[in-house]
């Protein structure tokens, strides 16, 4: 099977610190992947520059998406051809209603597809189930995006966000951080159904509890910038019980 | 000295009136000439460059009708709605549309009945504008409200000025009055069809009796060179509710300034703003608000979004006097600045004289937010279109908070195809 994601030897800097010092990851269609590592080792670095943040300045190596040049696109171009993040921290843009704001978002990339936009009653049709599917009440359709909401509700948007958007590549950044155990089940059930033989989850969490609702194909462990160990699922469960220090001399602090 | 040929033929224009409005005029003049125009050496109009205004040589707009185009009624039409025309300061019966309501809301010339002028707060007055208001006033409408009447659409004021072929200054003085347990919302705005540079003052006073609500809208676009300056003055008794928002759209020069006094207790005072400014724009909003008698709370929000080399100004002033225990007051000040070169200055004040009040003020001016321009864009959606979603976003606050649907919507559109010509030109 080809390809869908190749990184190479990427760097990245943010205001002229080293980030990532060569990060190597191929992902195929279908796999789910899981990047493991403490805060400050460069994992949402890695998704932020995946997605185009122009915050980071990738400084050697590349990203190839189906065989294109991925730093070559815009953010916004990059979600169309299919890329989706699910932030850590969703940022909150008041007076921008969600319906709005994910009409907008489903019909830009509908319009890219070739295919019809949505009017407002299919669109509603549309979204109303997909709610369903995470358990979340029809009232957040009314509120501002983000504003208000509780850790866990930003985490279930962002989720909503991706089941409605469809994308090729999902990543999900710490989707797990700050939620329940009946939350982060409800998230897992939405992803393993969501899986299939064209999509690949890219899955960032520093804790293994994630991994026992979403099972992944493969394990990196990312430290100071590098993956230092790649492995199987059994990898996460190493890491439980050992923590992260026996994989580096580096002293690392959480 | 200033307008001073321009003053004595004038008065010939208005030699019909009475002894004693000739000489409240005169008396006006006078003390408008000792003071002239405010130079940026004055506190209160240290942003504001008058040096145009005053060279400009200007006509005196003395009330004149003329006959105007139609379309400019029906362009302007809200619908569900009462509608009162002013064309030049004159009431116009036959564009205004009052069905029954004509039997209790009185609707008068503010020229025909010249006493209304004697208010207290136009009198006194050390303002070089309100005395020249005073001095020049030709028009305005003075609307009453009797006790116990609600009203159950919104009224909407049309003040059309228009003059083809000069640069003219219109005075303009406005009354409201609005009886105990009545309530009406109003929408006013102003139209400028002008080809020439128009500077256009107007004053307000409003009266809020008790147990009244008053929601008045004042919407104002720039449609050729003007000033626009407005002084409202507004006094509450008790149990009363003065909700204003003032939506400014483009303005070379415009002024807001806004004098409320809480003179009752159990009031509500809800002050809102939302200027979009671009070019060489330049707005300001000044407010005072007095709370003078204990239990009543005030709240005001003002936000601008500045592009290009505009300017915009919010200086607000909340006191707290001794009497005036359990206040509850916040005052906000939130600005967008698109471009490098707009500049906005911001100064709420409080001054409180009593102990037991919680008050609280902010200002915060900033660009847009990358965070949610990047959160925007992974979604799709193109980097224009998300800059204008979260402006959009950032204005609605303001609209957000008119009840009537119809108003809302046409700030909204109006609003809308600002941002979008805007946009347009930067393609």
Known sequence: ?254 | MQYKEQFETFLQSVSHETQIAQDFRKDAFKNFLKIGYPTKKHENWRFTDLTTLAKTEYRFSNGEMNKIDNNIIKKHSIKNSYRIVFINGIFNIELSKLDDIANYISVKNISASFNCLNHNSAKNNTNPFILLNNAFVTGGYFIKIDSNDIVDKPLHILNIIFDEKEFVQHHQQNRIKIGKNSQISIIEETVNTNKKELFNNTVYNIQVDENSILSHILLQQKQTKSVDLNHIFVEQQDNSTYKTQLINIGGDLSRNDINVQIDGENCSTDISGLSLLSGKDHIENYTIVSHNKPNSNSQQLFKYILDESSEGVFNGLVTVQPDAQKTDSQQTNKNILLSKKALMNSNPQLEIYADDVKCSHGSATGELDEDAIFYLRSRGIDLMSAKSLIIEGFAKEVTDKIKIDSVREILNSEILKRLADQKKTKE
Do not use: C
Request: glycine fraction near 8%; charged fraction near 25%.
């Open chain 1, 1 to 254: 099977m080809k390809n869908m994601l190749e990184i190479k030897n990427l760097h990245a800097t943010v205001e002229g610190n080293q980030i990532l010092k060569g990060i190597d990851i191929t992902i195929k269609p279908s796999e789910i992947h899981a990047i493991m590592g403490l805060n400050g080792s460069g994992k949402s670095t890695l998704a932020n520059v995946i997605s185009g943040s122009d915050k980071y300045d990738v400084t050697k190596g590349k990203i190839n998406y189906n065989d294109k040049n991925l730093l070559n696109f815009s953010p916004e171009e990059r979600a169309l051809q299919g890329i989706f993040m699910s932030f850590q921290y969703p940022a909150v843009i008041p007076g921008v209603n969600n319906t709005y704001f994910l009409k907008a978002a489903l019909n830009s990339k509908r319009k890219y597809q070739g295919k019809t936009e949505l009017d407002a009653i299919d669109f509603m049709t549309l979204i109303k189930e997909k709610l369903k599917k995470l358990e979340m009440d029809e009232s957040y359709l009314r509120r501002s995006v983000n504003a208000g909401f509780s850790g866990g509700e930003k985490k279930r948007n962002e989720i909503l966000q991706m089941i409605t958007l469809e994308p090729k590549l999902a990543i999900l950044d710490e989707t797990d951080s700050g939620l329940d155990i009946d939350a982060l089940k409800i998230i897992a059930k939405g992803v393993n159904n969501y899986r299939n033989a064209d999509r690949a989850f890219l899955v960032i969490t520093h804790y293994q509890r994630l991994l026992n609702y979403i099972e992944p194909d493969v394990i990196h462990v990312m430290i100071d910038g590098k993956i230092v160990k790649t492995g199987g699922k059994g990898l996460a469960l190493t890491l439980e019980e050992k923590g992260y220090q026996w994989l580096s001399d580096i002293p690392v602090t959480d």
